[in-house]
């Protein structure tokens, strides 16, 4: 860490982890309601438990890419961030807004709460992942520019690298492709088809160059490889990640009313919007290969190689099983598609945000990198989440398998709720792994509170002697 | 290797293609928009149907049911759902919510007028006429 308004970026990642936590609490509450319907209703519905769930993890992705941007932008400007201040006040405007919220959803009825919030005058509320009441989705425009008019500042004054340029870019596109979210036509089809302007075009398109400016710049710091390289690397990636995924979005209008030729479409394109994941692989081993560096920072090495794998495996390898129109026929709209969404999220955005936080919380908090001990705990956490996310995503992928056996492609289809007793199984396998996931949270928490810098002398005393 | 591909070609390439496909998807959009409203009927979207798709939307039944198979998945399709159950039994069942069948998963009473559950039906009427090719593969959603 060169300057010293970068500090401004911990909160964001203190709040992020916060928040995060919140998220899998939630999780684990909506997935036991699963196996007992009865749990904790009427006070906390499904619904409500669901849309804490997922809000809270768009919003700590959102709260560690800021963080991420105001750590990043100034090193890579080099030169101070424009406003600090700014970017401090904006943390907690950002971070009471989200609390307040969830604490809404969690104590007013939704139906209350649009009548109270002005839904009547601008309707935007009852679509997934953009529940917020409006006042909330004001707000989040407002931290967005307030966001972008720090940094763009500060990009204008400093140096522009590819790394800077592409960061600060895609978080303009970030912003953009929010404001969907304020237009909601009142014909369905076309709220539907509007509505993955903002999901697709984030999770596919605009995010995915936030998660190759987040690695190119933690592989530079933490290799040492030429930069040029990193960068030529980064805008093939980009590039494949555009060319797939923006008529790739077809993938979501084979069915939903959209006319059929995205049929074709969407098959052609969505095909190759795993590429740009496959590139990220080769991309982040070579430069390990190429390292001219041993950084001490072993979990955060661990967390970027494992990024772009796992990322892989989530959008890449589970987002091609249901994504041709044949397949998607018998698979649209199960626990296939729910597989795919938590080991994509947590593949490629959780953990690129976990990776940034690793590299940079040490530095944050004026150490080398973390003890051994605190780096050991970090692991143990990362290992048992990772694994425990495989077991969510195969137990996803079970239930998915049931209902399209014995609903969707059976002679004699079975109903929606006998269908869900038959994958009862499945529920189980998720709720255990979540619960796994939840201890390896914890875990990954705790090394946090283990003091101590990283200690070369004992580390490598340490070495010799095994 | 080096000098034949250089980082300024790649970002050129990144740029391009940017622009070239989202110019393709602007112009494809703009066609869906005009053949829409003749797949999903909107010319039968009433004022009592809109109302509906309000109630249905303040009550964020999205947060448990798909429609066209978006939405969540812990409760039963309702883009064919008046096609499957019909108007007097999905009445009948929202006002007998909760079941209160224990362990059985719940959906809350949201406590709607008449007015409002006629206005609800009859959106949902309006969403089994959509032409979704030929989803879902049978009427159990
Ligand atoms: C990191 C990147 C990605 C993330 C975070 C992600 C996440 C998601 C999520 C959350 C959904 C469900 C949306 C809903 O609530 O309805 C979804 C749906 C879908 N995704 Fe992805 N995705 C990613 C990449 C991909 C890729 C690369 C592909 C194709 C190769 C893909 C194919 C699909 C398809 C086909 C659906 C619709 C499934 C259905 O019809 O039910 N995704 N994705
Ligand atoms: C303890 C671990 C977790 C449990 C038990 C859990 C449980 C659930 C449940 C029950 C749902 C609702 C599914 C439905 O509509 O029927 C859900 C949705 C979702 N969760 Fe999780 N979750 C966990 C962790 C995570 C993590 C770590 C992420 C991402 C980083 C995540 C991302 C999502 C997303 C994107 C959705 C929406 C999926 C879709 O619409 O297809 N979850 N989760
Ligand atoms: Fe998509």
Not at chain 1, 217 to 235: H, N, Q, S
Request: glycine share 8%; net charge neutral.
């Amino acid at each position: 860490m060169k300057y010293q308004s970068q500090k401004v970026a911990k909160p964001y990642f203190i709040g992020a982890l916060v928040l995060f936590f919140g998220q899998i609490v939630f999780g684990l509450i909506a997935g036991f309601q699963y196996l007992d319907g009865s749990f904790l209703f009427p006070g906390l519905p499904f619904d409500v438990v669901r849309m804490s769930h997922t809000n809270l993890l768009i919003v700590w992705l959102l709260m560690s890419f800021m963080g991420a941007a105001y750590f990043i932008v100034p090193e890579e400007a080099q030169t101070e961030l424009y406003s600090p201040k700014l970017a401090l006040v904006t943390f907690w405007v950002f971070f009471t807004a989200a609390a307040l919220t969830i604490l809404a959803y969690l104590f007013v009825p939704y139906a209350h709460l649009a009548a109270i919030t002005g839904n009547a005058a601008l309707p935007t509320m009852g679509r997934g992942y953009l529940e917020q009441p409006l006042p909330t989705k004001i707000g989040i425009v407002l931290v967005a520019l307030s966001l972008l008019f720090n940094v763009t500042m500060t990009l204008i004054k400093g140096r522009k690298t590819s790394i800077n340029l592409i960061l600060v870019g895609s978080l303009w596109g970030l912003a953009l492709l929010f404001l969907p979210a304020f237009y909601f036509p009142e014909d369905t089809v076309k709220a539907s088809f509007a509505w993955w302007w903002v999901v697709h075009g984030w999770v596919e398109g605009d995010w995915e160059l936030i998660l190759g400016a987040l690695l190119g710049f933690i592989l530079i710091k933490m290799t040492g490889v030429d930069r040029e390289i990193v960068e030529k690397w980064l805008y093939i990636i980009v590039a494949m990640t555009l060319v797939s995924g923006i008529i790739g979005i077809g993938h979501h209008y084979y069915y939903t009313g959209s006319p059929s030729y995205w049929i074709w479409l969407g098959s052609i394109f969505s095909i190759l919007e795993p590429v740009p994941f496959v590139l990220l692989i080769a991309f982040s081993f070579k430069m390990l290969m190429q390292r001219r560096r041993e950084h001490p920072n072993k979990a955060a090495m661990l967390w970027a190689l494992a990024t772009p794998i796992m990322a892989f495996l989530g959008a890449g390898l589970w987002g091609l099983m249901i994504t041709l129109a044949p397949a998607q026929y018998y698979m649209h709209g199960t626990n296939f598609t729910a597989a795919h969404g938590h080991l994509a999220f947590f593949g490629a955005y959780a953990m690129i945000s976990l990776s940034i936080i690793s590299y940079a919380m040490p530095l944050l908090r004026d150490r080398t990198a973390n003890s051994a001990i605190a780096q050991r705990w970090e692991i143990t956490g990362f290992w048992i989440m990772v694994l425990s996310m495989l077991g969510i995503a195969l137990a996803l992928t079970g239930a998915g398998i049931v209902t399209v056996i014995l609903q969707r492609a059976a002679d004699h289809p079975m109903s929606f709720m006998q269908v869900q007793d038959k994958a009862r199984v499945f529920f189980w396998v998720r709720e255990f792994a979540g619960l796994g996931f939840f201890i390896g949270l914890l875990i990954y928490l705790r090394s946090f509170f283990i003091a101590g810098d990283y200690e070369y002398a004992s580390e490598m005393k340490r070495a010799l002697a095994g | 290797m080096q000098q034949v591909f250089t980082k300024a070609m790649a970002r050129n390439i990144f740029l391009g293609g940017a622009v070239f496909f989202l110019a393709i998807y602007v112009a494809l959009s703009v066609d869906t928009w005009y053949r829409i409203p003749e797949r999903d009927h909107a010319d039968k979207l009433s004022p009592a149907v809109l109302q509906g798709k309000y109630v249905f939307d303040e009550n964020n039944c999205i947060g448990c049911h798909t429609v066209n198979g978006e939405g969540a998945y812990f409760a039963p399709e309702l883009g064919n759902v008046y096609k499957r159950r019909g108007s007097a039994f999905i009445k009948a069942w929202i006002e007998s919510q909760p079941t209160g069948v224990p362990g059985r998963r719940q959906m809350p009473n949201f406590h709607l007028s008449q007015k409002q559950l006629d206005d609800l039906i009859l959106y949902l009427q309006w969403l089994s006429n959509i032409d979704t090719n030929n989803w879902p593969p049978n009427i159990q959603g």
